[in-house]
């Protein structure tokens, strides 16, 4: 009797030692799924104007890693925050909300974020035509074309929205991340300010830190993913993407870190940290009050009311991965991409920047474009099903806007749809293409 309580005792000590060092050091795994979570939360919430409880078990918990069911949140609506941990108290985190830049995580106990200019006031937003199709409706309601998770689905036919669908308590008004489809708005903001400012493509010696072979690369080999800089950008784990985004305060800093380990334009390596140093060479260009440069220079023009673009801790934009919109507002990025970089009979980008941003690249063996986008058409469309000149924005878990300048169509398609289903949004694309061929 002695021995087994002996031993209970002995249990008992380990889980209370293994829990105080989870208290006090828990590991970047616990870190990040804590962190991930509430800016999950935390821009759901204030942003989209969702319930934090069903934010948490189905857009966290449900498609996740399984000590996401562990974690606990609370939102705090007066302070306008969320603050996450796992059971007990283990991996704290927290995430506040600021009007017009959404919300930011503030990692290892930052008790405020770096201040950001009040953001220009936001211009009414683009009223679309509409001119509804009937032969489309039956295409979007199939649920295996329309696939797992759906929340938005938006068809635009020359210049008009034709058709457009929403899952359960989504709607037109409610804005949805785009996770990497940010990166295709950076491309444009470079644009933007390259017709502005005079920033060129072509700039080398980027950061002063770079005295060595980075100092080669250029702005384009970063819009390219081609700059040569090691990367890992898996999210099964801790990786440079998850450190970067959940762990950081400030993210450009762990992607300018990073060695070279290839020449400049020789090698592809996808990395939303190069497309954070892109932000950060565009606010560098700029100066004071750039991080109001998505609203000023292409969400006010094209009457993108709903867009954000959410900072990190330093007041640096997230560019690879945090912009929030509704699936009309992504619609309109993709209009502006048809229509050549004009609005309104205003050219807001250089003449030939949207041809350059899809031309594809010999490193990625044409599946990627010079600027932040997705080839649809490699292989003459073999894979995909697409006419010569088809590109694509993508993002993390079943976002999309596909483009078919050829055709003048769009059709933005989003959702929670983890890639371990295996969905593709090209038949319901060409399903799209077929209907209104007949």
């Not at 035509?129 to 329309?146: F, G, Q, S, T, W």
């Not at 060479?281 to 673009?309: C, H, K, Y």
Request: with cysteine.
């Amino acid at each position: 009797m002695r021995i087994v309580t002996g031993l209970g005792l002995g249990l008992l000590a380990a889980l209370a030692g293994g829990f105080a060092y989870l208290r006090s050091a828990p590991p970047e795994l616990l870190k990040v799924g804590t962190g991930y979570s509430a800016k999950i939360i935390c821009s759901n919430v204030f942003l989209a104007g969702r319930d934090a409880d069903e934010v948490l078990r189905v857009d966290v918990q449900a498609p996740g890693h399984p000590l996401l069911r562990l974690v606990r949140a609370e939102a705090d609506m007066a302070a306008g925050e969320v603050r996450t941990s796992l059971i007990g108290g283990i991996a704290p985190a927290r995430a506040v909300f600021r009007q017009g830049y959404g919300c930011t995580l503030l990692p290892d106990g930052m008790v405020a974020a770096e201040d950001v200019p009040p953001v220009p006031e936001i211009m009414p937003a683009h009223v679309w035509r509409e001119a509804p199709d009937d032969r489309l409706a039956a295409l979007l309601n199939d649920e295996a074309l329309a696939g797992p998770g759906m929340r938005a689905t938006v068809v635009v036919k020359n210049g008009a929205i034709i058709a457009e669908r929403y899952g359960d308590g989504f709607s037109a008004s409610t804005p949805l991340l785009g996770w990497s489809m940010t990166k295709s708005m950076t491309g444009l903001l470079v644009g933007a300010l390259e017709k502005m400012s005079g920033i060129t493509r072509d700039k080398v010696g980027l950061f002063p830190d770079w005295s060595d072979d980075r100092a080669k690369i250029r702005l384009s080999d970063l819009l390219a993913m081609q700059s040569g800089l090691a990367w890992n950008e898996g999210y099964g784990g801790v990786s440079d993407v998850t450190r970067m985004l959940f762990l950081s305060a400030d993210m450009q800093a762990l992607a300018q870190a990073q060695p070279a380990e290839a020449p400049p334009g020789s090698t592809f390596n996808y990395s939303s940290g190069t497309t954070n140093l892109v932000m950060e060479e565009i606010e560098d260009a700029w100066g004071d009050g750039a991080q109001t440069l998505p609203r000023a220079l292409l969400f006010n023009p094209l009457g993108m009311a709903s867009a954000v673009v959410e900072p990190d801790a330093s007041g640096t934009l997230v560019g690879s991965s945090y912009m929030y919109a509704t699936a009309r507002d992504w619609a309109r990025l993709g209009q502006f991409m048809i229509a050549g970089g004009v609005v309104g009979g205003e050219a807001l980008l250089p003449r030939d920047f949207t041809h350059w941003m899809v031309q594809p690249t010999e490193a990625s063996g044409g599946a990627y474009g010079q600027g932040h986008v997705w080839m649809a058409d490699a292989d003459d469309g073999a894979e995909t099903g697409l006419p010569k000149g088809s590109y694509r924005f993508s993002g993390h878990d079943g976002q999309s806007v596909i483009i078919v300048p050829s055709e003048r169509l769009i059709v933005v398609r989003m959702g929670l749809t983890p890639s371990r289903t295996g969905y593709q949004p090209y038949p319901l694309v060409n399903a799209v293409r077929a209907a209104l061929a007949r």
